[in-house]
C-alpha cells in the first residue's frame, strides 16, 4: 500500500466523522429546543387558571322595624266617660255592630271621637284646642268631610277607619279596631298623613299599611303586626332615593335614573327587601 491511499483514507474517514457529529448536535438542539417549548407550555398553562366572571350581588336594604308605642300616635287613646250634654255640634255618626259613634265639637272646646254602648257615651280620642288647630267653619259649613269605612283584617283586627279631612294634603287618619267577643272599641292608630294603603304584602288574609304622603308625596312609611306587635318603620329611603310600593305587582321598587324601576322582594320575617 503505499503512503498517499493511507493518508487518502484517514482524511475520508475524519470527514465522516465530523459530519456525523455535526447530524448529531443539530439533532440534539432541535430536541432540546420542542422539549423547551412544550414545558414553557405546560408552565404557562398552570400559572394561568380559567377565570369566572363574578356575579354580582344583590342589593338587600333593612326596613329597621320598630315598635309602635302608644304615644306614637298624632292623637293617643283618652277613653273616659262623657255625656250627651257635652255635645256643642254633632259633625258624624256612624253605626257599626251595635255601636253608635260620633265624631262632634264639645263644649270642651274638643274634637271627640265617640262611642255609645247602651246608652252610655265614652269618648275615646280627642283632638285639643280645636279652634286653634283648624278652622271650625270649614266642618260647621260642610266644607270639610268626615268619613267613616269599615276595615277587615288589618294588622290582625277589624273595626272602623275614620278619615278627618282638614283641607291640607293631609288627613287625621283613625284606625278604631272592635274586639268581636267583648264588642270593645280600641284606638289602634291616629296619625297625620296624606292617607294610607291597605296591603297585602305576604299574599294572605292579614293586610298591613302603607302611608304616604306625610310632608312630601314621597315620604313613605310600613306599619306591619309582627311577632304579636305592631311594627313599623321610618321613612322608606335608599341611598336618598324613596323606597315606593306597587299595588298591582305588590312589589317594592326604587326609580333609579331615567324612569328606569328596580324591584325588590318583601321578607316579612327577616324585614329586608332584596333586589330581584
Known amino acids: 500500500m503505499s503512503k498517499r ?8 474517514g475524519f470527514s465522516l466523522l465530523l459530519s456525523g457529529c455535526k447530524e448529531k448536535t443539530a439533532e440534539s438542539e432541535t ?3 420542542n422539549n423547551g417549548a412544550e414545558a414553557a407550555q405546560t408552565q404557562n398553562s398552570e400559572e394561568a387558571p380559567t377565570v369566572v366572571p363574578a356575579i354580582e350581588d344583590k342589593r338587600t336594604i ?19 266617660e262623657t255625656q250627651a250634654e257635652q255635645i256643642r255640634q254633632t ?5 257599626y255592630k251595635g255601636l253608635q259613634f260620633i265624631v262632634y265639637d264639645g263644649m270642651d272646646d274638643s274634637l271627640h271621637i265617640v262611642f255609645i254602648r247602651e246608652g252610655d257615651y265614652y269618648s275615646l280620642c280627642q283632638i285639643d284646642n280645636w279652634t286653634d288647630s283648624i278652622d271650625r267653619e270649614t266642618f260647621e259649613n260642610g266644607k270639610s268631610s268626615i268619613n267613616f269605612y269599615e276595615y ?20 287625621n287618619e ?3 279596631s272592635v274586639n ?13 298623613t296624606g292617607g294610607f294603603d291597605e296591603v297585602n304584602l305576604e299574599q294572605n288574609k292579614e293586610k298591613e299599611l302603607i302611608s304616604y304622603g306625610g310632608g312630601l308625596p ?6 306591619v303586626w309582627k311577632a304579636g306587635k305592631l311594627m313599623w318603620t321610618d321613612y322608606l329611603y335608599y341611598n336618598d332615593k324613596p323606597i315606593f310600593y306597587d299595588n298591582n305587582t305588590n312589589e317594592f321598587f326604587i326609580i333609579e335614573h331615567s324612569d328606569k324601576k328596580t324591584y325588590f322582594d318583601y321578607n316579612m320575617e327577616d324585614g329586608i327587601l332584596t333586589e330581584k
Open 174 to 176: 283613625f284606625y278604631i
Open 5 to 12: 491511499y493511507i493518508i487518502t483514507v484517514i482524511i475520508l
Open 152 to 171: 277587615q283584617e288589618v294588622l290582625g283586627t277589624s273595626g272602623v277607619h275614620l278619615v278627618l279631612w282638614n283641607g291640607a294634603s293631609a288627613n
Open 62 to 80: 333593612n326596613l329597621n322595624f320598630k315598635e309602635f308605642a302608644k304615644t306614637d300616635n298624632t292623637y293617643p287613646e283618652n277613653l273616659h
Open 91 to 95: 259633625y258624624k255618626t256612624y253605626e
Open 31 to 33: 430536541s432540546a429546543g
Open 180 to 192: 268581636d267577643k267583648s264588642n270593645n272599641p280600641a284606638l289602634l292608630i291616629s296619625y297625620c
Open 218 to 223: 314621597t315620604d313613605f312609611f310600613l306599619i
